[in-house]
Each structure stands twice: as structure tokens, then as C-alpha cells.
């Protein structure tokens, strides 16, 4: 987790040694703010609590995008999470600092004040992506009151089982893929959405895109990747040679980039596990699924 703290006095940036992180101080901090909201995965501010409120409000935005805001205060008494306690660990973090600094933690989501697990931050130490955030508060105000919810817990699209359902969706599969040079991004985009509604899976399920390492370079895959948070995976033609198992085979890819299979190769070895889709081209563009298990 990324840390950005900053302190208003000398004494609040003395806590410094105790959190293990450097603490800025003598910045404005509404500019602070600003620079860091985006770029962190927390944000510590060790001062009063509203000026740490008023520097966040213009820049908050989504509580599953959102970084961790916890307050402390100089002396500390008191440490608070304000923001994205659940998705963004800000509640987990203030425990933490807790610890560290002898601090009471100050928590205030109704599921943890009741010891009711909260399912948010259970998906999040899953490593599951949330698909319907806006159900989150419908299922904790059902969980509260006693009422039955429903969790699914799939890479696939289906019907939801239970009146209140959130769907988790855990990130266990790889898109491999192959382009042409100078491919339109919005048709890479186009296209590659489109096959994973082939497929019948999320792409909040998938962890990386990879291909080989000719086309790290390429905008195409790059956009995708930048706009949709993954990671872009490439490997040698050696390695994806390398990679056990039958795959469709294109002579005219072998002579192009080394081996006759990018989109196929790719996805299983970055998976680690099987191929569960095979090559499939369209517009220039071929996509191929991979998973650690069968979705």
C-alpha cells in the first residue's frame, strides 16, 4: 500500500519514525491533496479533522476508486478512517497505525460497530472485483436488519440468485492478445469487450493482458490496459514457444514474430492454468482466455 502522509505541525511530522513513512509538512494542503489523491492508496493526514475533510471533498469520487483517508490526530490520541473504510482499507489501515502509535481507532461503519462482517472488505482481501457497487449499501442495510442477502461468487454472468445479490468477481483469468501494428485502440477495445461477452465472463474477473513482447509498445493494448487498470504481460517468442500444451498455429504469425501463436500462448502462460477460449480473430485482432480453473 502506497502511504502519503502530511502533517500541519512540527509535532504531527515528529510521528514520522513511528509509521515508518515520511510525512510531509509545509505544503499547502489542499494542493497536497491534489497531487496525491490519485497517486496514493492512502492518504494520512495527521492534524484537525476538518481541514482534512475540506481537502478531500472536490476530489472524492467513487468509494470503489476512491484511496484510503485516515486522520490523526498530533498528539495521538485518536486515529480516524473517513474514507473508503471497506474497499480502500482505510479501516484496516487505522487499526494499524493504532498499533504503532499507542492511538485509539475511531471507527464508525455501522457493520463494524454491530460485528457484522463487512462484505466489501471481505471481497477485497479475496482479491474479487465488485460488479454492482451500488448494492453494497442495499446488502449491508439487509444484513443489519436481519434479512437474507446473496453473495455470487463467479467469473460468469448469471441471473441473480437472491433478491439483494452482489456479485464478486474473482480475478483468475487472462486475456491474451495479438494485433496488428498501429491497430485502433477503439477498435482493440470494441473487439476485445466483445469477445469476453462471448465468453460469458466479466472483465472485472480478468487480472492481465499479455502478449508477446513485440508489441509492449503498442498503443492499442496500452489504452486498454490504462483505461481498464490491468497489467501488461509480455514474454519473448522463446518463452511463449516454450509453453506446453496444443495451439492453434498460424505459419504467417510464426514468420512475422518468431512463433505461430501469440493470443493462446500468452494467456496460459501468464495464467498459470488452461486455455478456456481459443484463438479468435476479428478486425486484425485475436483474443484467446486463459483462467486458473475452469469459469
Same mark, same amino acid.
Given at each position: 500500500?502506497?502511504?502519503?502522509a502530511?502533517?500541519?505541525?512540527?509535532?504531527?511530522?515528529?510521528?514520522?519514525?513511528?509509521?515508518?513513512?515520511?510525512?510531509?509538512?509545509?505544503?499547502? $494542503?489542499m494542493?497536497w *491533496?491534489? +497531487? =496525491?489523491?490519485d497517486?496514493?492508496?492512502a492518504?494520512?493526514?495527521? %492534524? #484537525?479533522?476538518?481541514? @482534512?475533510?475540506?481537502?478531500?471533498?472536490?476530489?472524492?469520487?467513487?468509494?470503489?476508486t476512491?484511496?484510503?483517508?485516515? $486522520?490523526?490526530?498530533? *498528539?495521538g +490520541? =485518536?486515529?480516524?478512517?473517513?474514507?473508503?473504510?471497506?474497499?480502500? %482499507? #482505510?479501516?484496516?489501515? @487505522?487499526?494499524?497505525?493504532?498499533?504503532?502509535?499507542?492511538?485509539?481507532?475511531?471507527?464508525?461503519t455501522?457493520?463494524? $460497530?454491530?460485528?457484522?462482517p463487512?462484505?466489501?472488505?471481505?471481497?477485497?482481501?479475496?482479491?474479487?472485483a465488485i460488479?454492482?457497487?451500488?448494492?453494497?449499501?442495499?446488502?449491508?442495510?439487509?444484513?443489519?436488519?436481519?434479512?437474507?442477502?446473496?453473495?455470487?461468487?463467479?467469473?460468469?454472468?448469471?441471473?441473480?440468485?437472491?433478491?439483494?445479490?452482489?456479485?464478486?468477481?474473482?480475478?483468475?483469468?487472462?486475456?491474451?492478445?495479438?494485433?496488428?501494428?498501429d491497430?485502433?485502440?477503439?477498435?482493440?477495445?470494441?473487439?476485445?469487450?466483445?469477445?469476453?461477452?462471448?465468453?460469458?465472463?466479466?472483465?472485472?474477473?480478468?487480472?492481465?493482458?499479455?502478449?508477446?513482447?513485440?508489441?509492449?509498445?503498442e498503443?492499442?493494448?496500452?489504452?486498454?490496459?490504462?483505461?481498464?487498470?490491468?497489467?501488461?504481460?509480455?514474454?519473448?517468442?522463446?518463452?511463449?514457444?516454450?509453453v506446453p500444451?496444443?495451439?492453434?498455429?498460424?505459419?504467417?504469425?510464426?514468420?512475422?514474430?518468431?512463433?505461430?501463436?501469440?493470443?493462446?500462448?500468452?494467456?496460459?502462460?501468464?495464467?498459470?492454468?488452461?486455455?478456456?477460449?481459443g484463438?479468435?480473430?476479428?478486425?486484425?485482432?485475436?483474443f484467446?482466455?486463459?483462467?486458473?480453473?475452469?469459469?
Amino acid at each position: 500500500m502506497k502511504i502519503s502522509a502530511i502533517a500541519f505541525t512540527e509535532k504531527g511530522q515528529s510521528w514520522s519514525a513511528a509509521l515508518g513513512i515520511p510525512v510531509d509538512r509545509g505544503i499547502p $494542503v489542499m494542493q497536497w *491533496a491534489r +497531487q =496525491h489523491f490519485d497517486a496514493s492508496d492512502a492518504l494520512l493526514f495527521i %492534524g #484537525a479533522c476538518g481541514i @482534512a475533510v475540506r481537502a478531500i471533498a472536490p476530489l472524492v469520487k467513487d468509494k470503489t476508486t476512491d484511496p484510503a483517508v485516515v $486522520v490523526m490526530d498530533e *498528539a495521538g +490520541q =485518536h486515529v480516524i478512517p473517513l474514507l473508503s473504510g471497506h474497499i480502500g %482499507g #482505510a479501516n484496516a489501515l @487505522a487499526m494499524r497505525i493504532a498499533e504503532m502509535t499507542g492511538a485509539a481507532p475511531v471507527v464508525t461503519t455501522a457493520t463494524d $460497530v454491530r460485528g457484522i462482517p463487512a462484505i466489501d472488505a471481505w471481497a477485497v482481501e479475496k482479491d474479487c472485483a465488485i460488479e454492482n457497487p451500488a448494492a453494497i449499501k442495499l446488502f449491508s442495510a439487509a444484513a443489519l436488519a436481519g434479512q437474507a442477502v446473496g453473495v455470487a461468487i463467479t467469473e460468469r454472468t448469471i441471473k441473480p440468485p437472491f433478491p439483494v445479490t452482489l456479485f464478486l468477481r474473482p480475478r483468475t483469468l487472462v486475456l491474451g492478445a495479438g494485433c496488428k501494428k498501429d491497430t485502433d485502440p477503439a477498435v482493440f477495445e470494441e473487439k476485445a469487450l466483445d469477445f469476453l461477452r462471448q465468453c460469458g465472463v466479466s472483465l472485472l474477473s480478468v487480472k492481465a493482458l499479455a502478449t508477446i513482447d513485440l508489441k509492449k509498445g503498442e498503443a492499442a493494448l496500452n489504452r486498454f490496459c490504462d483505461k481498464y487498470r490491468l497489467p501488461l504481460l509480455t514474454y519473448s517468442a522463446d518463452a511463449l514457444r516454450a509453453v506446453p500444451g496444443v495451439f492453434a498455429h498460424s505459419d504467417f504469425v510464426e514468420k512475422t514474430v518468431g512463433v505461430g501463436n501469440v493470443c493462446e500462448r500468452a494467456a496460459v502462460l501468464a495464467s498459470g492454468g488452461v486455455l478456456l477460449m481459443g484463438k479468435t480473430a476479428q478486425a486484425g485482432v485475436t483474443f484467446a482466455l486463459a483462467g486458473e480453473k475452469e469459469a
